[in-house]
Every structure is written in structure tokens, then in C-alpha cells.
């Protein structure tokens, strides 16, 4: 199936092409880690209702102000459950829409197949960059921050400026692809997507080295008496869009 390229503000838009020119469609803002599970999602919700998903792609920081200025998108799937909680107290979001879709996992990854051996590789001498994705906007640079200072690392590396800050996930993913960085903190997800699945080495990161990655969902008022954003949000609880979230690496409440 297709995929379109949009754009909104500096945000990356990510469309599966409708197969019916009456199909309803939703803008769907998605943080960077779900992003190549949902696009799997939107291509089975589309096959089976016939409802049309493009994608909005960005950090849930930066999309969670896009909201807050009036972006129009109708569902928000954030890498956090703050946001989405903020904004259903806020008026932002539609009361009793918000879940729980997703646990994430952090993983630290390196396209060098030697690279990675565990945690000790943080403390080894062979890197010279490491990406994370800035704290500030994103709950996996918390995440990783948070890991770092479990294992006494993160005070260590900041000041002989080793670490490198993505706006995204997507980015620091680019950082480590292209060669600015060695290795880095990403998704697990995005390790598991099929383009990279089996590449490079990895450490999936103990989930008690950081606070719980939980993903949450909120409806969005444009979105509220859409039938395509309830179909969807009712789709997020079927097996078929649990068995792909699962398959990258997500954990389900």
C-alpha cells in the first residue's frame, strides 16, 4: 500500500492511501517510537473498515503543543501518559477517551554488530558519541536519562560531551544510522522494525532501570463525533492491532 508524505508545521505526516474515495479519514498524531507499528495498524484498520489514518509523526512533547495551539488532528497516541492526561483535564481531550495502548521498552542499539555487549558497554571506551532523544520532549530520553543515572553513567559522559540529543526518536534513530553517533538510546519498536530487525547489536534495557514507559490515547475534539475516530480507538482493543503492537516489542496493560 502507498504511503503519502504530508506536512504540518515541521512535523513528518505519514498517509496510507484510501481504498475507497468515500472512506471517512482521521489525523492521527503519533509519537516517533509507535510509528512504524502504527502504520501496520492503520493499513489493517483501512482493510477492514474501509476508514482512512494519516499519520502526524513527532515527539509527544512537540506534538502535545501542536495540540494545545490548535494543530487539527483528531486522536493523539502519546509516549507518555501525562500528556494525554493533561489534556483531558484541560478540556483538550474528550473525558473518558484516554488508555492505556502500550508499555514501551527502551533498548540501546548500535549498527555495529560488535558494539553492544550490555551495560558495560557504557563504560567502555569505544564510542565517541551516543544519542538519546531529548528529555525534555520525549518520555524515552527521560527514560534513558534515568538509566544512565541508575547505573552512575549519566554524570560521567555529559561533561566530556560524549551524548548527542534528538528532538525525536526518528532523529536520534538518523543520528545513529548515519555515523554521528556510534550507538544510542531508541524504542525497542523501532529495533524491531522490519527494516532493522536482525542489524547492528542490542541491549534491551532492565524496565527497572527507568520509570514505566506507559502509552496513552486521548480523543481529541475534532475528533469526538467522527465514527472513523471511535472505529479506531475501538480497533486499538482488537486482536489484530494488539498482535502487531506486541510484535514490536510493546508490552499490553
Known sequence: MKLKILAWGLLLIVSAAATSASAEQILVAVAANFVPSFREVAMEFEKSTGHHAQIAAGSSGNLYSQIKNGAPFDVFFSADDERPKRLEEDGVGVKGTRFTYAIGRLALWSPNADLVKGEETLSSTTFTRLAITNPKNAPYGLAAMQAMQKLRIWDKLQPQHIIIMGEN?????????????????????????????????????????HEPIQQDAIVLPKGKDNATAKALMEFMSGPQAKAIIERYGYQLK
Do not use: Y
Open 169 to 209: 526518536l526518528a532523529q536520534t534513530m538518523e543520528f545513529i544510522e548515519s555515523g554521528h553517533a556510534e550507538l544510542g538510546f531508541v524504542a525497542l519498536s523501532q529495533v524491531l522494525d522490519p527494516k532493522v530487525k536482525g542489524k547492528g547489536s542490542r541491549w534491551d534495557v532492565p524496565s527497572n532501570l
